[in-house]
């Protein structure tokens, strides 16, 4: 059998690829009788196959050529696993403890062979649907962050390197648009891909296209998303994006990944933890009110930025006379004026991340795809209310995040809410 142009496997010819590729038989010591192969792709777009032998494991991960949950009617380019492989490798080179090593990579079969995340791993979505405390959680995610952000924006990058990393990642066009049309768009309109909690939310749904200030506010957070090349970011981190132990934490499936604005990662990944938080009175039961796993959510969301803004901070201290280009240091010479210019950039990203949060909790309540931690609550109206909270939050902060100092205010607007 041949892998020299595009097919799509199957269990079978996954083994057969799989023997023809040393990069991955020596990774399961050339053995292949006992081999268990599982298709686990759960997600939208792609086949992700879990294969484990006695002597080795790894994952498979295929790009189809349109969206998988929706079919070939939705055609979507195989090349956007390019970019999640050579997201995989320069994050995983940035914080190798928090990105799964990449084994190997085959443009014509749009294949990435991984690090298999081995139980106890599972979704981080799953564990806060469970009510699961994560005491590294928050340092663990801020540390990826501060990272992967600050090592691929030009604090670090001098502007020739940076132009050059900035137009090899343009060709993700397809999914960018793709991020367009589902966050900024749709859900300010009518579109027949948007859903909701209906009748309940009906209301709601037509409040948010009626709403010329939070219009305001999407316009300029969607020309900031599609203009602002500020650093390599995931481009989908949400908590549907991050698999977990007690003790581990690691980031996976970047292929919306580009040089895009930085709130729009910090901002998904705090959104969907508040989006987490207001779920958990639908999860309540009897004996467990949820009433402390919520205060856990909030401090977590608290730390998280206040650790990345911490770390981001003494990377920048670390590297004033490093190669970037952004601030020069014969011109920010003094302790005073890089005070001044710290505090403005963390002040502006605050905000961003705040922003682009909001518009990513609205879109998982009235746009097309929804969130398990409300899924899977199975009272239709009992979800309604939980999601109605959520959207009136995110709405408000949509439109007044520059109000805000801290995050602590933010928790405190959130407890308000709720």
């Known amino acids: 059998m041949s892998f020299d142009e595009f097919k799509p496997l199957n269990e079978q010819s996954l083994v057969e690829y799989i023997k023809a ?53 939705w055609p979507m380019t195989k090349e956007r696993a390019y970019f999640e492989a050579t997201t995989l490798r320069k994050h995983g080179a940035l914080s190798p403890d928090h990105v799964p090593e990449v084994y190997h990579f085959d443009r014509t079969m749009a294949l990435i062979g991984m690090r298999y995340l081995e139980p106890p791993h599972i979704i981080l979505r799953k564990g806060l649907v469970a009510g699961i405390q994560y005491p590294f959680l928050a340092e663990h995610m801020a540390d990826y962050m501060a990272k992967t952000l600050f090592f691929t924006s030009l604090l670090y990058h001098d502007t020739t390197e940076h132009k050059r ?55 300029e957070l969607k020309s900031m998303f599609c203009e602002r090349a500020q650093a390599l970011i995931h481009g989908d981190l949400h908590t549907g994006s991050v698999m977990v132990t007690q003790d581990s934490t690691q980031v996976i499936d970047p ?92 002040r502006n990203l605050f905000h961003d991340s705040l922003g682009f949060g909001a518009a990513k909790m609205i879109r998982r309540i009235v746009g097309v795809a929804h969130v398990e931690d409300f899924e899977s ?32 205010e933010v928790v405190s607007a959130i407890q308000q809410q709720s």
């Open 377 to 408: 609550i199975k009272d239709d109206k009992q979800r309604a209310v939980c999601e109605r909270k959520a959207l009136e939050f995110g709405k408000m902060l949509l439109k007044e995040r520059r109000k805000f100092k801290c995050i602590g």
């Open 21 to 73: 590729t040393p990069a991955l038989s020596s990774r399961l010591g050339d053995k292949y009788d006992d081999l268990v192969i599982k298709e686990v792709g759960d997600g939208n777009l792609n086949f992700v196959f879990i294969v484990v032998g006695s002597t080795g494991s790894l994952v498979i991960k295929q790009a189809l050529p349109y969206i998988r949950c929706i079919g070939e009617s």
């Open 165 to 219: 990393a900035v137009t090899e990642f343009c060709g993700n066009v397809e999914l960018c648009r793709l991020t367009e049309q589902v966050v900024f768009s749709d859900p300010y309109r009518v579109s027949t891909f948007n859903r909701w909690t209906s009748p309940y939310l009906d209301d709601d749904a037509k409040a948010v296209r009626e709403d010329s200030a939070l219009k305001l506010e999407i316009a």
């Open 255 to 346: 292929e919306f990944s580009f040089y895009g604005p930085m709130g729009f990662d910090i901002g998904a990944y705090l959104g969907n933890l508040v989006l987490a938080f207001f779920a958990q009175d639908g999860h309540a039961a009897e004996g467990n009110d949820r009433k402390e796993y919520k205060q856990w959510i909030l401090r977590t969301i608290e730390q998280t930025w206040n650790m990345f803004n911490k770390r981001f901070i003494a990377l920048w201290d670390q590297n004033k006379d490093g190669p970037g280009e952004a601030y020069l240091a014969d011109i920010y010479n003094n302790t005073e004026v890089m005070q001044l210019v710290q505090e403005k950039y963390m």
